[in-house]
């Protein structure tokens, strides 16, 4: 079936650090991939999206390009801030309908 | 413009009882899915509502069932609550598919005890 697996955390980085999660998928055909972030005591956010090969998407400073080759969609981030404290999700799309989430990887930045 | 809203926020209910929980969509969305987050977990899929209709379901038992209404809010009903049946419950909208942004209400935390 279509499954996601991204980097167990916790991840703490100190501000103006580089962050990398990686994030690997398993799926047939061509899946689109997103990036949610969860922030303390609020819902899931869209935080990017790539619906076809070699798409980056990007937001807020953050970038994950959509690697087929490698099944891996991994979020980077050049310099984060205290406010990118989060969970973030890994999640794919087969079909139309539904998203299948990797497990999050909690994220501290230390001032 | 609201978002997506949920209610209640948290729940207390024991084994055997039954639950209801309400969302009402983002203005203009006209499909509702609910998810399923254990504690330390990923969202998990239980269905989407299109057209008041389910049109797809996830790998969950039938105690688990729910509704769309015209105004396109939806209520997730679980019936003889297990004790693993504890999570936030979230509801999520969009217009038409999954490849258009869903947006996530806030979520329902339910515990059974």
């Known amino acids: 079936g279509n499954s996601v697996t991204q980097m167990e955390g916790p991840v703490t980085l100190s501000e103006e650090a580089f962050l990398t999660i990686n994030c690997t998928y398993t799926a047939t055909g061509y899946p689109s991939l997103f990036w949610y972030v969860q922030y303390p005591g609020e819902g899931l956010q869209l935080l990017l999206k790539a619906t076809k090969a070699d798409d980056k998407g990007s937001n807020k400073g953050f970038e994950a390009t959509y690697r087929k080759e490698t099944t891996s969609f991994h979020l980077e981030k050049g310099s984060v801030q205290v406010s990118d404290s989060a969970v973030y999700f890994c999640a794919l799309s087969r079909d139309d309908y539904k998203l299948s989430f990797g497990a999050g990887t909690t994220v501290t930045v230390r001032a | 413009d609201a978002g997506v809203t949920q209610s209640p926020t948290h729940l207390i209910k024991t084994r055997g009882q039954q639950v209801t929980l309400r969302c009402s969509p983002k203005s203009g969305h006209d499909t509702v899915s609910w998810y399923q987050q254990a504690l330390g977990q990923g969202p998990q899929f239980i269905f989407q509502y299109y057209e008041e209709e389910e049109r797809q379901r996830g790998n969950f038992p039938d105690r688990f069932s729910g509704h769309q209404f015209p105004n396109y809010s939806s209520e997730l009903n679980v019936n003889a609550l297990l004790l693993g049946d504890s999570a936030l419950y979230l509801c999520?909208?969009?217009?038409?598919?999954?490849?258009?942004?869903?947006?996530f209400g806030p979520g329902t935390r339910l515990l059974v005890l």
């Open positions: 999520a909208s969009s217009l038409g598919t999954v490849r258009e942004t869903q947006y």
